[in-house]
């Protein structure tokens, strides 16, 4: 798998490459995956990313011909501990860091490839992608965030449906079921990707991480405590350079600008 890089102002285009692989990943190329994304999201000069695939595939999960390898050899469990352990923690990362990641899902997103779309900010799709989990169908149980994620946004039942009926949701279906945000045409994709990576970009780092942070937490947390956790964040925002920018461009009747403001 290739890993392309291409940035357009403060938005980075990452765009998955393997033709022969069907945009699968061992464990060489998820930490190339993991390298990439980690590295943009360290550079204070990038507030969004836009993820998406080449072909008919955005990310079709572990590559199938290395777990027959290591079966035959005996390391599959040490295989899939190694891919778990990379991919895992990058996806905790992408929920709660302040560069907005926009999944642009130009085909299918499988197994880990499914988790990896599911753990973005928003998921643009075309009307040719497609949702699918393929754990069932190879004797696994889900992994890459899945059974954490997908329940968020399309319930525990529906989720459990689309796991033990193995199900693969087309585009409108995925979109329907609340799994994808929007669905457009395959020419208008990156497009519209790249601009809501940009509008949502755009907005100070504490606001954008801290509401990461307070919007995973609220289904699993009493009212009492989510409301101490949005004051402990609230205060933590208050005292950031970002907050006076944003007093500033209210007094003055103007949109505010962060675009000068790093993390701190």
């Known amino acids: 798998m290739v890993v392309d890089v291409a940035k357009e102002g403060s938005t980075a285009i990452v765009t998955l490459s393997g033709t022969t692989s069907r945009n699968a990943f061992d464990s060489t190329s998820i930490a190339l995956i993991s390298s990439t994304l980690n590295g943009l999201m360290d550079d204070p000069e990038v507030r969004s990313i836009v993820l998406t695939g080449t072909g008919r595939v955005f990310c079709a999960g572990a590559n199938i011909d290395s777990f027959q390898e290591a079966i035959e050899d005996d390391s599959i469990g040490k295989l899939v501990m190694e891919l778990t352990g990379i991919l895992h923690p ?14 642009a899902v130009n085909g299918a997103a499988a197994g880990g490839g499914l988790g990896l779309a ?8 075309s009307n040719e992608a497609c949702l699918v989990s393929a754990f069932f169908r190879l004797g696994l149980s889900p ?25 693969t949701w087309d585009a409108t279906t995925a ?10 045409d395959s020419e208008e994709l990156l ?10 970009g755009k907005w100070a780092h504490h606001s954008k991480k801290s509401t990461k942070q307070l919007l995973d937490s609220q ?8 409301l ?13 350079p970002e907050f006076m920018e944003g007093v500033k461009a209210f007094q003055e009747k103007r949109s505010p600008d962060f675009s000068n403001y790093s993390e701190e």
Not at 175 to 184: K, M, S, T
Not at 191 to 200: D, G, H, I
Not at 228 to 240: D, G, H, N
């Open 228 to 240: 101490e956790f949005e004051r402990m964040l609230i205060t933590q925002s208050s005292i950031a």
């Open 143 to 167: 992994d890459g965030g899945s059974t954490w994620l997908l329940p968020r946004l399309v319930g525990v039942q529906r989720a459990r449906t689309f796991l033990f009926n193995d199900e």
């Open 191 to 200: 497009p519209r990707a790249k601009q809501l990576a940009m509008e949502w």
């Open 90 to 103: 990058l996806l905790v990362r992408m929920r709660g860091d302040p560069t907005i990641i926009i999944a």
């Open 175 to 184: 979109f329907e079921a609340g799994a994808l945000d929007e669905v457009v």
């Open 118 to 125: 599911l753990a973005c900010d928003a998921r643009i799709a």
């Open 219 to 226: 289904s699993s947390t009493f009212f009492e405590t989510q």
